[in-house]
C-alpha cells in the first residue's frame, strides 16, 4: 500500500507540474464513446504512457490520453478510454488515474459506458441514467489501509449517483428532446459475455443493465467526495428465453450510433451546470 500511495502522489505531482490548473468536471468515455472527446476544445492531450504509473488500455476502441479543453461552455478534462478489471488490472490500478485527478481538485465525475441491456422494455441505442449499481466484481478499490485524507473509512454509497446532476440530466434531455430511461447498472468481471442463465440471475437480483466498468470508479469518485452521474448506452437487448449471440462488434456500433446522441445531450447538460 506504501507503494501504491507512492505511485498516485507521483503521478499527481507530474501532472500538477505539466497543468496550470485541474478542471472540476471530470469525463470518463467509455467502449465506443471516445469520440465524444473529438468535440472537446482541447488545450493539452497527455498520453497515458506519458503519465508516471498510469495504467494503459489494452482495448482497441480506448484512445488512451487524458484531454484538458472546453465542451459545453465550461473547462474539463476527459479520460479518452479506460482500464478494465478483466484486462488484469486490479480495481486500484484501473482507479489510480480517478484518485490523481481527484487529488488535484475534482469535484464532478461524468462517467459513461456501453451497456447489455437487461430491462426487456429497453431498445438498442437506449439512453440509461443510472440510478444505483450492484458490484460483482470481486474486488473493491478501497480495500486495504485508509489514507484519511482522501476520504472516510466506510463511505456511504446511499445516493452514489448524484440526485442534483441527475435532475439536470433530465433536465437537459427535456430540451434536447431525448427520451432517457433510468435504472440499475450491474458490474461483472468479464471478458466472457453472459449466459442465459446468468442474464436471469442478474435480472432477479435487480439490474436494468450489465457491463464490465465505472463502478470501480464511481466507488473511488463516493469515496474522494465527488459528486457521479453514469450513463449506459443500451448497446444489446437479450431475452434469456429467446437469447441470441452477443457479438463485441455490434456492441461498439450500436455504442458509435449513440455517440452523436450522447454527445448533444452531454454538452447540454454540461452547459447546465
Known amino acids: 500500500m506504501d507503494d501504491y500511495f507512492r505511485r498516485v502522489e507521483e503521478a499527481r505531482d507530474f501532472l500538477a507540474a505539466e497543468l496550470k490548473s485541474v478542471p472540476e468536471i471530470l469525463l470518463i468515455l467509455g467502449t465506443g464513446l471516445s469520440g465524444v472527446g473529438e468535440r472537446i476544445e482541447a488545450e493539452r492531450v497527455i498520453p497515458y504512457r506519458e503519465i508516471p504509473h498510469f495504467p494503459v488500455s489494452t482495448v482497441e476502441s480506448h484512445a488512451g490520453e487524458l484531454v484538458i479543453g472546453r465542451f459545453g461552455g465550461k473547462r474539463l478534462a476527459a479520460f479518452r478510454g479506460r482500464f478494465h478489471y478483466y484486462e488484469g488490472y486490479s480495481t486500484k490500478e484501473i482507479t489510480l488515474p480517478l484518485r490523481v485527478l481527484s487529488l488535484l481538485g475534482a469535484k464532478i465525475l461524468i462517467v459513461s459506458n456501453a451497456a447489455g441491456g437487461l430491462n426487456l422494455e429497453f431498445r438498442p441505442g437506449d439512453l440509461m441514467l443510472l440510478r444505483d449499481h450492484i458490484n460483482l466484481i470481486p474486488e473493491n478499490p478501497l480495500r486495504g489501509p485508509n489514507r484519511e485524507d482522501w476520504g472516510p473509512r466506510f463511505p456511504d454509497l446511499s445516493q452514489a449517483y448524484s440526485p442534483r446532476l441527475r435532475e439536470i440530466f433530465r433536465r437537459a434531455a427535456r430540451e434536447v428532446g431525448e427520451e432517457i430511461r ?13 449466459t442465459p442463465a446468468e442474464t436471469r440471475f442478474l435480472r432477479l437480483i435487480g439490474a436494468d443493465a450489465v457491463g464490465m466498468s465505472t463502478v470501480p470508479e464511481v466507488i473511488v469518485a463516493v ?8 450513463v449506459s448506452v443500451i448497446a444489446n437487448v437479450n431475452d434469456p428465453d429467446h437469447f441470441r449471440p452477443i457479438l463485441l462488434e455490434e456492441v461498439i456500433a450500436q ?19
Not at 469515496?223 to 453514469?230: I, K, N, Q, S, T
Not at 455517440?259 to 451546470?273: D, P, Q, W, Y
Open 255 to 273: 455504442a458509435q450510433a449513440a455517440e452523436a446522441r450522447l454527445t448533444r445531450l452531454m454538452e447540454r447538460f454540461i452547459t447546465l451546470l
Open 223 to 230: 469515496h474522494a467526495g465527488l459528486e457521479v452521474l453514469g
Open 182 to 194: 433510468e435504472g440499475v447498472y450491474v458490474a461483472v468481471p468479464g471478458p466472457s459475455l453472459e
